[in-house]
């Protein structure tokens, strides 16, 4: 199934967390002694009321459809890859080697390098727990946690060290030459002879989407996404069936890696233009809120994300007029979700929702 | 080259950052023992940090900062308990969950209480646990002395058997007509209480107050060290001290040069021991197995 009604299976499922979010945002604004009717009116103005906020709210957006689909495929193949976080900081890493060594790259083959960088970054920290899980017996959720942390040092060295920008103070990068700039729609706008937006909202958020797509058409239509599926439900009948498990995992781990990418190409090619700490933000973490909201269906994963992006921009208008309600209440919302989706709610790990 | 004086001085200060990951360790390891996977250790030390500042900081009373510690920790501990054993939640998710709902709640509400960007105000005289003797507090003796409890609870009781069964082999304690829930929710409890140990000693001790984030994945440091000490109580003590010393030398020798190593950085000691548990996890220098049933929600048949 595609188009339409893909949609609609997807929208059920997103409402129930929808309905969590706005029950739990509504006590928090009134046991902090403000008006919960006027906060949920900042939030909804804040995200969607203007141009602008549209904007941030689809920039936050792209980061989530690219992390809901990363923890998702490998989901699929019955993985639980909390290291979505750290793949992106190695992706991160790539695309600033690519954007800093790379720079005689004529303009159009710039970018694409940067994110063919950035996906080997990716793929390979997401390979290397993959193949300890397959070959060695490591269970992934421990090593995932484990790479997170090292990816995180290694950042850190790097960024106080080799890649650090002389002269500055701050862990960072120099700034990423011209060419390695994500066309923005504030570029467009310009061309057209209209007001921007003053956002950093990219070329990524199409790509996002038709990442969403192919891995729509990976999981209904394809061998491998049939394999990832029949692993994922049941890894016995998979052995019977003649499918590789240490194959079909590794292949997931790589497509999750990449995956896992692009949100760091959104954040540095998009809005840094250079390497910087925490630019993931914890991003990777709520791509499980969203894989799990999205019931590991593209559809689902694209609209949880615009929610959940949603909620951020908004959150973050809110803490702007409400000093007191500050953006942590979307980290604790995101958590409920996480737990009346996953642990309350129906199968939450099986291919099939 | 470090001389004695500094040698001592890591000593003593890997013994006090050890104390917390101590305790997070006992509590992950009381968890896995019976059958609950716990990833949550983090949110659990977080939320009794965030609990314990706060109550000492209004009452004056570092006591009370303990109490609502363990109460905070044991709360979240039964939350995901209910999720995980009642519910059949997935246990990865549950740990999860607990995690960003304690990150986000602390920083709210430290936020909404004090109003200073999360952090409770600095504590001092009463409000604080004081060192009582070599340079370490009461609940650092605390810590040490659960090691010795959790080792004769789990090994030398009835209680411990059957925790351990629920672990090892649920169907075999059902068989024997013993609640696995109930037996799986005795260790979710003193996980939680054990937790709220550590993030007492990390607000009331090691720090004074509480600050976003504070807890600085020493929880998951405590899932490496729990996984290197094979879920025993006494490896538990020794991993965990190796741990709080390499810590300790990583803060000592920022930018200092090993002979022959040259200068280290210390975000590679810091890394340490991620490094080394993924190392011992692949079976490359030894191996170390969690219990049967860790990570299986038990459905009765």
Known sequence: ????????????????????????ISIIVAAAGENPAAALRTLAAGSLGSREGLAMTLFYTTDFIFAGLAVSVAFRAGLFNIGVEGQAMAAGIGIALA???????????????????????????????????????????????????????????????????????QPESPAFPAAAAMPRLDDALR????????????????????AAFAAHVLFERTRLGYEMAVLGASPPAAAYAGISPARIMMLAMILSGILGSGLALNE?????????????????FVGIA????????????????????????????????????????????????????????????SGEA | MPDADMLLSILASGVRLSAPVLCACLAGLWSERAGIVDIGLEGKLLAAAFAGAAAASLTGSAYAGLFAALGASLALALLQGYAAIQRGGDQIVCGMAVNMIAAGATALAGAAIFGEGGRTPG?????????VFAGQDGLAFAALACVGVTSFILFQTRWGLRLRAAGENPQALAAAGISVSRTRYGAVAVCGLLCGLGGADLALSQAAGFLPGMSAGKGFIA???????????????????????????????QGAALPGLGPVPVQAIQALPYILTIILLA???GRSAAPAAAGVPYKKE
């Open chain 1, 99 to 169: 954007a800093l060594y790379a720079g005689a790259l004529p303009g159009a083959l710039a970018l694409p390098a940067l994110a063919l960088a950035g996906a080997a970054g990716g793929a390979l920290w997401a390979l290397v727990p993959a193949w300890l899980q397959a070959r060695r017996g490591s269970h992934i959720v421990i090593t995932t946690i484990m790479f997170n942390f090292i990816a995180g040092a290694l950042l850190g060295f790097l960024l106080n060290g080799p890649l650090g920008a002389p002269g500055s103070m």
């Open chain 1, 290 to 349: 969203i894989a799990l909201t999205g019931r590991n269906r593209p559809a689902g994963i694209v609209l949880a994300a615009l929610l959940f992006g949603a909620l951020y921009q908004g959150g973050a208008e809110l803490a702007f007029e409400r000093p007191k309600i500050t953006r942590d209440m979307i980290v604790l919302v995101q958590g409920l979700i996480v737990l009346m989706a996953g642990c309350f709610g129906a199968r939450a790990r």
């Open chain 2, 283 to 285: 079976g490359f220098i």
């Open chain 2, 223 to 253: 899932l490496a060290a729990l996984i290197f000490a094979r879920w025993q109580p006494g490896a538990a003590l020794a991993s965990c001290l190796a741990f709080g010393l390499l810590d300790a030398a990583a803060i000592r020798m």
């Open chain 1, 191 to 210: 061309a057209m002879g209209m007001t921007p937006t003053d956002t950093p909202l990219n070329l990524c958020l199409p790509l996002a989407l038709a």
């Open chain 2, 123 to 131: 504590l001092e005289g009463a409000a604080r646990f004081t060192p």
């Open chain 1, 268 to 284: 540095l090619t998009g809005a840094q233009n250079r390497l910087i700490l925490e630019f993931t933000g914890g991003y990777g």
């Open chain 1, 1 to 24: 199934m595609s188009g339409p009604p893909a949609v609609w299976q997807a929208a059920g499922p997103v409402l129930a967390p929808l309905a969590v979010a706005l029950a739990a």
